[in-house]
């Protein structure tokens, strides 16, 4: 029995350390937490699970399905777009969001390797200039509007023959780098919402079988009739 009465003051003494310590720890956290917030908000940094960038994530992924779908078909079928009309306008709104996009990732914290937030500015810099940046400015290449000068020119002229011109809207391609970006806004909200990254996952597998089904399509008609 004294056994026990020495033993019970001493483990309960203990408890309370690792209970305070636990307390201490959780409100070092939060004051972080409360810190990172007031900085990003007073230096104009995006939070990048915050409901603004949430939004902006889910207009893209809807603008990169249409780009999955409407660049092979255009350049397969030879579907092009007259100047000013609703798709050339709606395709000039699309290139518009991206160049906004990479604007708005210089200003977007990151979570690094060890899952803390990366909310300073140059820090932010450095890491998208060494990551994304090359892949995200490659894609936003503006080939529809050189391909759209030179058709004018050969229009005006007459010295470019129409298989050049196909040939050329090859490089509209480019564009699809931007699917890199689907991939990784998918692996974000997995590990985001892990409850339904077995639903993603189908919807990723169902959505790969359509795209190559439908690029499978473009390719073939495209070389069947050159």
């Not at 970006?181 to 974000?188: E, G, H, S, V």
Request: charged share 20%.
């Amino acid at each position: 029995a004294s056994d026990d009465d020495s033993y019970s003051p001493t483990r309960s003494l203990q408890l309370q350390r690792i209970s305070a310590a636990t307390v201490d720890l959780e409100q070092q956290r939060y004051d972080k937490m409360l810190a990172a917030e007031e900085f990003m908000r007073s230096n104009w940094i995006v939070d990048p699970m915050g409901t603004f960038r949430r939004r902006w994530d889910v207009l893209q992924v809807l603008l990169l399905t249409y780009l999955t779908a409407s660049v092979p078909y255009r350049i397969g079928f030879d579907q092009e777009t007259r100047p000013w009309e609703f798709w050339f306008v709606f395709d000039m709104l699309v290139d518009v969001y991206f160049l906004v996009d990479i604007v708005l990732s210089f200003r977007t914290a990151y979570h690094n390797y060890h899952g803390d937030l990366e909310y300073y500015p140059a820090q932010i810099i450095k890491n998208y200039l060494r990551t994304w940046f090359p892949v995200d400015m490659v894609g936003s290449t503006p080939v529809n509007y050189i391909v759209l000068v030179m058709e004018l020119d050969a229009d005006s002229v007459g010295y470019t023959s129409n298989k050049f011109l196909r040939m050329m809207r090859l490089f509209r391609l480019l564009k699809l780098l931007r699917l890199l970006r689907l991939n990784r806004l998918l692996k974000k909200y997995e590990e985001a919402f892990y409850g339904i990254k077995s639903s993603m996952k189908l919807s990723k597998i169902a959505g790969s079988v359509f795209v190559i089904g439908h690029w499978l399509a473009c390719v073939w008609w495209f070389f069947g009739t050159s």
